[in-house]
T-cell receptor, first 112, second 109 residues
């Protein structure tokens, strides 16, 4: 149990385009989901907390207009990277909270 | 914010050896978690600890919640090549997780 999926697993896009990443809890409902960013050989950095039916809570230094989060249902949260630039290239990981936080497999974003 | 000190930073061991890593925090917490992350994947929960002094096993993995509730240890017995990866300790702080910097485990077969 406690399976979380992410789609796509990797994406390459041109600078200036927007990219949407989906996070789904497959076998449980999650009122709260989280979005992380991870740079090579570093730990996970929390970007925002996504709450079903309400606005996301962003960590300090994370631009909410740049990283749009929508938690439309108890099993789906989306992260949209708007007007992506090369510096947004990274590994994005979501998690969903059941008893503990369970993580998706991650999405690797490369912005050219 | 809360900080975790995780050590060692990396380990390179022989297959079959036992492995030990630890984490310490600056404050007392009620829950310690250990995750493993394989290359290119998301972290997977290995063990959750929520009682001071608690020792919990998951196959060849054993984790302990320190008596002071400020530290935790993860031990892997008889390491095998698939143990390669990054091991993270984590604490629940409010609704969020605070992660250690990770221990990179490399196993020489």
């Amino acid at each position: 149990g406690a399976v979380v999926s992410q789609h796509p697993s990797w994406v390459i896009c041109k600078s200036g385009t927007s990219v949407k990443i989906e996070c789904r809890s497959l076998d449980f409902q999650a009122t709260t989901m989280f979005w992380y960013r991870q740079f090579p050989k570093q730990s996970l950095m929390l970007m925002a907390t996504s709450n079903e039916g309400s606005k996301a809570t962003y960590e300090q230094g994370v631009e909410k207009d740049k990283f749009l989060i929508n938690h439309a249902s108890l099993t789906l949260s989306t992260l949209t990277v708007t007007s992506a630039h090369p510096e947004d290239s990274s590994f994005y990981i979501c998690s969903a909270r059941d008893r503990y936080q369970y993580f998706g497999p991650g999405t690797r974003l490369l912005v050219l | 914010g809360q900080q975790l000190n995780q050590s060692p930073q990396s380990m390179f061991i022989q297959e079959g050896e036992d492995v030990s890593m630890n984490c310490t925090s600056s404050s007392i917490f009620n829950t310690w978690l250990w995750y493993k992350q394989d290359p290119g994947e998301g972290p997977v929960l290995l063990i959750a600890l929520y009682k001071a002094g608690e020792l919990t096993s998951n196959g060849r993995l054993t984790a302990q919640f320190g008596i002071t509730r400020k530290d935790s240890f993860l031990n892997i017995s008889a390491s095998i090549p698939s143990d390669v990866g990054i091991y993270f300790c984590a604490l629940e702080y409010g609704n969020k997780l605070v992660f250690g910097a990770g221990t990179i485990l490399r196993v020489k077969s």
